[in-house]
């Protein structure tokens, strides 16, 4: 498998701050994730590309090499994407890893827009529409301030729990939200705020607080979590696949009411090129509820 633009920029960051830790800082990761990510891509292309000791981190004469091949990849991406967006037909969309990313291919063949992928953390809830790197964003509801965007519902699916295989409620082939209220949680960052919530279930919790057992800001960090035993996580059921990981398993859950995947754009969003989007996509059978015209628009009810 070939390395992703992703693993190029952890690297490069490696590389150019010689220190794992001020680079997962640079890309607001933990560091065990990306010692991790930075081990698999030396087995991904069997070399070594960092010469590590307690006092320093070196490149090797392969790790040069893929640096100058690194930053000339990165940087011919970056112009290409400038020029796409420049083009005037391609949307910007912003994804967070929690979301399965072969939809983002749906919607473009559905839509008939060239769509961009912006890729944010757990951090921006907004998954880049505060910050207008994004046009539109693809979402787990509920929305993060209810009173900026619009949105429609693209599907709605069940939740799961992601566990290790060892973990005692992993014999059930359904758990019980019951059983799992008083399990140490991985939680979303802090600045998640409602998708926070959520995902630790507090719907379904009747104010009973829950138990933290640590904060993850990407899928790396909370499958490195879960692995080391510091909490379990809810999952939406399409997402299952992506948290495949040896030593942890998933199993559906009861007793909660189901995630809602969302399209959203910013409310005061008038642009041609938006509305389209939406009407072809929504009309396309994306949305449960039909055209546009049907969208929950985000004003207070």
């Known amino acids: 498998m070939d390395p992703h633009l992703r693993d190029l920029r952890y690297f490069v960051a ?19 994730t990306l010692s991790r990510q930075i081990r698999q891509l030396e087995r991904q292309l069997d070399v070594v590309l960092f010469d590590r000791n307690q006092r320093s981190v070196a490149l090797t004469v392969a790790g040069k090499e893929l640096l100058e091949g690194a930053r000339k990849i990165l940087e011919l991406w970056e112009v290409t ?28 063949s559905a839509s008939g827009h ?11 809830p907004s ?4 910050g207008r790197q994004a046009d539109l964003a693809l979402m787990w509801l509920p929305v993060p301030d209810v009173g900026r965007y619009r949105w429609q ?10 566990l290790p295989e060892n973990h005692a409620l992993a014999e059930h082939e359904v758990i ?31 104010g009973r607080q829950p138990k933290i057992g640590g904060d993850a800001a990407t899928a790396e960090e909370r499958l490195e979590a879960v692995s080391l035993g510091l909490g379990v996580c809810l999952l939406a059921e399409s997402n299952v696949p992506m948290y495949r990981w040896p030593g942890l398993t998933a199993r559906p859950v009861s007793g909660l009411p189901p995630c809602e995947l969302a399209v959203a ?15 072809r996509v929504l009309s396309g059978g994306f949305g449960a509820d039909g055209p546009v015209a049907a969208v929950a628009a985000a004003a207070a009810d």
């Open 81 to 108: 994407n400038v020029a796409l967006q420049e083009a005037g037909e391609v949307l910007r969309i912003g994804i967070q890893s929690s979301i399965g990313r072969g939809l983002v291919a749906d919607l473009e």
């Open 127 to 130: 998954s880049g529409l505060a």
């Open 265 to 279: 754009w910013r409310a005061d969003d008038d642009r041609a090129t938006i509305l389209d989007f939406a009407n």
């Open 176 to 206: 019980d939200f019951a059983q799992l209220a008083d399990q140490p949680f991985v939680a979303m960052p802090p600045e998640a705020g409602a998708a926070r919530d959520f995902w630790l279930g507090n719907d379904a919790r009747a």
């Open 14 to 32: 490696v590389a150019e701050e010689l220190h794992f830790t001020n680079a997962a800082q640079r890309l607001h990761i933990a560091q065990p």
């Open 153 to 162: 519902v693209l599907r709605s699916e069940s939740r799961w729990v992601l």
């Open 114 to 124: 060239r769509l961009a992928l912006h890729s944010a953390s757990w951090t921006d």
